[in-house]
């Protein structure tokens, strides 16, 4: 299956993504995560991505989308894959819908996880990661327990450098205007499904499962 992922900033893209990555082995391509790790190994894509990143603004689509032809030609995606985060605007959609025609392969859906607006600035101040599971957690909303578990794991809870208010206003404002007209576009090629993505990460999953015909 070739999935795309639509939803705004802390809608919980990834945080679903990773289970359906578990749960069925399609792999999870998140362009955020590739971008971050350029940006952490200080290469030469990573040092022109940063500035656009650090002020919540879209980076060139010259960029991903040679990161995405690069990730989706390797041999773990050649089943399907999940994408979080890509396409951001109708450039990137158009462009990859030119790739996958060149591969002879379609889109299976588009699912927007859907999420009120004043909920997001809270899971996204929230936001934390396990700097030894990867695990992505929330001080709000993530139990005792597992955040315990990354403890116990000898991790830290780190914070995104862009999960600071001013950057996340931002980043809300792109989506809006640059990243919502997707759903009309997915609309019309009759690929998109829409998640109530509000409520328990396992209640969301088994929604989200199910329009994606997962079972
Ligand atoms: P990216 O990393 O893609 O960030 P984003 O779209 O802003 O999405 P997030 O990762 O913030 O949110 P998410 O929906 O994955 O939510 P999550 O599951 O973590 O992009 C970062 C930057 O990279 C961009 O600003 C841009 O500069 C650049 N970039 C990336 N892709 C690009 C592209 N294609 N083109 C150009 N530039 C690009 O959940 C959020 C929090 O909520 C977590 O703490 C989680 O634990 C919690 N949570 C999740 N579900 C629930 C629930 N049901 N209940 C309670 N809490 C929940």
Same mark, same amino acid.
């Given at each position: /299956?070739? %999935? ?15 289970? %359906? ?45 040679? /990161?995405?032809?690069?990730? %989706? ?12 985060? $890509? ?15 060149? /591969?002879?392969?379609?889109? @299976?859906?588009?699912?927007? /996880?859907?999420?009120? $607006? ?22 709000? $909303? ?25 950057? %996340? ?32 990460? @396992? ?13």
């Amino acid at each position: /299956m070739r %999935i795309v992922m639509l939803g705004a900033p802390g809608s919980g893209k990834g945080t679903q993504a990773q289970r %359906i990555q578990k749960d069925h082995g399609l792999p999870q391509v998140s362009t955020g995560d590739l971008l971050r790790r350029a940006v952490a190994d200080k290469t030469p894509l990573g040092q022109k991505a940063k500035q656009a990143m650090d002020a919540g603004e879209l980076v060139s689509d010259e960029i991903v989308l040679g /990161m995405i032809k690069e990730r %989706i030609a390797q041999p773990d995606a050649s089943k399907g894959f999940i994408l979080d985060g $890509f396409p951001r605007n109708t450039s990137q959609a158009n462009s990859l819908d030119a790739l996958l025609a060149s /591969m002879n392969v379609k889109l @299976d859906r588009v699912v927007l /996880m859907d999420v009120d $607006f004043d909920i997001l600035m809270k899971r996204l101040t929230g936001r934390r990661t396990c700097s030894t599971t990867g695990a992505v957690l929330n001080i709000y $909303f993530s139990s005792p327990a597992d955040l315990e578990a990354c403890r116990k794991a000898g991790g830290e809870l780190l914070q995104r450098d862009d999960d600071n208010e001013a950057t %996340i206003r931002n980043r809300l404002q792109v989506y809006e205007r640059q990243t919502a007209p997707l759903v009309d576009y997915y609309t019309k090629q009759g690929l998109l499904k829409t998640v109530a993505a509000t409520g328990e990460v @396992d209640d969301v999953y088994s929604r989200l499962k199910g329009a994606l015909g997962l079972g």
